[in-house]
């Protein structure tokens, strides 16, 4: 009985700690923030000496005003966070180009740009136009400036498919502005870093339920039909007759 009871009880505390699981570790706003300045810092080393030159110039004018106007000590305890403010302005200005160096040349960047803007701007997820071959795509917004037609690829090659589909959408949306960007680094291309900016610039003609006429309109367009794999077509594959018999 007593050895039974020693097993039993030394069973229930080898359990105990598999039971009790770890939990996960809450992540802060800082550690946010310290990814981020890592991130930053591997794209550009010199972003430490920027945010450093901004804090330390911020607070010598502080002190400077200080000096000049009054008691040093209340300037400079109103010069430190308005330093941190562009230090941390300084960050994020070299982190949204760091990210954007991290995805420039990958299929789908130009989305993900796009996926920044703001003001009412909504852009489909997948591209409205494909060239498979050569990884171009044309992806679609609406807003209150219209339709906005956003190429990715070459200028030389592009250029057809997003005319292409500026085409199908004046068709069907005759009085509504249409507008075509091409993102890329070639000439009279709009670079990554500087796309989300372009859109949210554009001029707003429409009120909000005419953008949500447009949207519903454009959804009966649909989106781009991918192509089948070659290989065996589903519509005239055979089904396994002596299979389907057990043998």
């Known amino acids: 009985m007593t050895m039974a ?59 400077l005003i200080g000096v000049l106007t ?15 403010l562009a230090a941390m302005f300084i960050l994020s200005r070299s982190a949204e180009k760091a990210a954007y160096t991290q995805i420039a040349g990958q299929p789908g960047a130009a989305r993900a740009a796009l996926g920044t803007v703001r003001g009412g701007w909504t852009f489909e997820d997948e591209p409205v136009a494909v060239d498979a071959r050569n990884q171009d795509f044309v992806f679609r917004g609406v807003g209150r400036a219209g339709v906005v037609l ?40 709009v670079p990554l870093t500087k796309l989300a900016r372009t859109v949210t610039r554009l001029k707003s003609t429409l009120t909000r339920a005419e ?19 070659k290989g065996i077509d589903p519509t005239r594959a055979r089904p396994d007759r002596k299979g389907m018999r057990g043998r």
């Open 5 to 63: 009871r020693t097993s039993s009880g030394g069973d229930a505390r080898n359990d105990a700690p598999a039971a009790k699981q770890k939990k996960p570790k809450k992540r802060r706003w800082y550690h946010q923030l310290w990814d981020v300045y890592q991130m930053t810092r591997k794209q550009n080393p010199l972003v430490t000496w920027w945010m450093l030159a901004a804090f330390v110039g911020v607070v010598a004018v502080a002190l």
């Open 70 to 84: 009054g008691p040093w000590i209340y300037a400079l305890v109103i010069g430190v966070p308005f330093a941190v």
């Open 150 to 189: 956003v190429s990715e690829g070459p200028a030389h090659r592009v250029g057809r498919l997003l005319e292409q589909e500026r085409k199908k959408v004046s068709r069907i949306l005759s009085n509504v502005p249409v507008t075509v960007i091409q993102c890329g680094d070639g000439e009279g291309q």
């Open 211 to 229: 953008v949500t006429e447009v949207s519903k309109r454009l959804k009966a367009i649909g989106g781009v039909k991918l192509p089948i794999p």
